[in-house]
């Protein structure tokens, strides 16, 4: 198991040799700040709250995580490094909990570099410092099933933009699900029950509760079991 | 010491590795000849944990690969076709990332490691240039300092003087002769004259078979005076 480390720098460390990690940072956080303010209507809500900020998460994960995720397994096949890396002394399941924690790690940093949001709003205000947390929290964990899923994908192919393709397309439907609209909408012919039950299947109530402050075990227990059976995927796909 | 026994390797209709049975003593140079497409990478992927056997066993060190990959891993240095490396980290950080795998923690011992690795393949003058931007010979230099970092008891060379110029072709051979002292060694060639410039045995794979599996001084025996590629082409044109 310590093999995870040495496969977790060499990604980690990866992502700022190439232009790669600035020019994702950087659109990440205009977009999501952009987004907030401009979109979010931040100073109309009128609250010491990043809820405006939250709330595109799951839609501007849709895009940027596929990014990151979609060279996770698929340039290592592409570039033959794969045949390199499956001949050293450590086990699948090693190779890819690095890459995961690696590309997980990064898109932390990415969160964890909004905190200018964060200070601008206890200055301006007196906010929820539990309640910013837990969305922080809730928005690291849904980053991590997204790109669980993105990293399953990209294990299936050699070619990135089939990868990043599907990444959007399973993402989508897993947000589709929890959506208000979409579910708005199967309400119409189903029963009450059932609609909640596809919505709970998504990812939006559960980042929902989060944002909002409310750390219910449930919510944990989903972003866990989909990055477990992503990443359990995974490992199988790749020892075929 | 490698002991391969009936090995079988099928994809979809075609038998790349049909029976495939050879034992490899240290002090072995073996030589693995055969015509494009016979089974000679698929076979040394099978010895190095990279492609699973459909039948047979491959032992390294007593160690069964199927049993225990992980163990076969760190008895042997591996050199893939086309020597592939993650292009974008310079030279000292991939061998760096190599000797943490390998299981050398310590700064000191890493560095000591990589340094010998250097000095033996002459990488020096590179040593801080990015794998990408190296030259073929290069390359297949990085790709070597990997393969012997460990000093590994196996040392299993897939094409490795593929694509370098006369002078570098020479000085491989000479590398591989010192380095073959108290190992085991298997490398596959296109190149006749070098099976009998550095070889000590000679297999000849033809359509997934060992059609021939004997001393360089025998092969030639089999027509007295004949060129090299002249015994190759009688030998595997009776199977095709």
């Not at chain 1, 990440?28 to 998460?57: D, E, P, R, T």
């Not at chain 1, 989903?222 to 990443?231: P, R, W």
Request: charged share 20%; aromatic share 10%; glycine share 8%.
């Amino acid at each position: 198991m310590s093999q995870i480390t040495p496969v977790f720098k060499r990604e980690f460390l990866g992502y700022f040799r190439s232009p790669v990690a600035y020019v994702f940072l950087i659109v990440f956080l205009v977009a999501s700040v952009g987004l907030a303010f401009f979109v979010g209507g931040f100073f109309k809500a009128n609250q010491a709250s990043l809820q405006s900020f939250f709330v595109f998460h799951p839609w501007l994960y849709l895009f940027l995580i596929p990014a990151v995720g979609m060279r996770l397994w698929a340039e290592e096949r592409r570039g033959g490094t794969i045949e390199l890396l499956f001949t050293l002394p450590l086990t699948t399941l090693d190779a890819v909990l690095g890459k995961f924690f690696a590309a997980w790690a990064f898109l932390a940093l990415a969160l964890a570099l909004t905190f200018p949001l964060a200070l601008t709003v206890g200055w301006l205000g007196d906010p929820d410092w539990g309640v910013i947390a837990a969305g922080y929290l809730g928005s690291a964990l849904m980053a991590g099933a997204y790109l669980a899923v993105c990293a399953l994908l990209s294990s299936l192919t050699k070619n990135q933009v089939i990868a990043f393709v599907l990444g959007v397309v399973v993402n989508l439907a897993l947000v589709f699900l929890g959506w208000s609209v979409f579910n708005g909408l199967l309400s119409g012919f189903l029963p009450v029950a059932a609609v909640d039950f596809i919505a709970n299947l998504g990812f939006i109530p559960h980042f929902d509760a989060l944002s909002k402050g409310i750390l219910d075990p449930r919510d944990f227990a989903y972003f866990g079991s989909v990055i477990a059976l992503a990443l359990t995927l995974n490992v199988v796909a790749l020892e075929r | 010491m490698i002991e391969v026994k009936s090995l079988v390797k099928t994809y979809g209709h075609k038998r790349a590795v049909d029976g495939v049975s050879f034992t490899v003593r240290p002090g072995d140079i073996l030589g693995f000849l055969g015509p494009n497409g016979a089974g000679k990478s698929t076979t040394m992927k099978m010895i190095t944990g990279y492609i699973r056997p459909d039948a047979g066993t491959a032992t390294v060190a007593g160690i069964d690969v199927a049993q225990d990959p992980v163990a076969v891993k760190s008895r042997i240095g591996y050199l893939p076709e086309s020597a592939p490396a993650y292009g974008e980290m310079t030279v000292l950080e991939f061998l760096n990332f190599i000797a943490e795998v390998r299981g050398y923690r310590s700064c000191a011992e890493r560095r000591d490691r990589v340094e010998r690795a250097l000095a033996r393949t002459h990488l020096e003058p590179v040593r801080r240039q990015a794998i990408e931007t190296l030259s073929k010979g290069y390359k297949q230099r990085v790709g070597f300092a990997q393969a012997l970092l460990h000093e590994p008891p196996c040392l299993v060379l897939d094409e490795p003087t593929d694509g370098l110029d006369p002078n570098q072709k020479n000085e491989v051979r000479a590398l591989i002769k010192t380095m073959a002292a108290d190992r085991a060694v298997i490398l596959s060639t296109h190149i006749l004259e070098e099976v009998d410039a550095i070889c000590n045995r000679i297999i000849l794979i033809s359509n997934g078979r060992v059609v021939v599996d004997e001393t360089p001084e025998a092969f030639h025996a089999r027509r007295p005076g004949a060129r090299l590629d002249a015994i190759f082409r009688e030998l595997t044109n009776v199977d095709a």
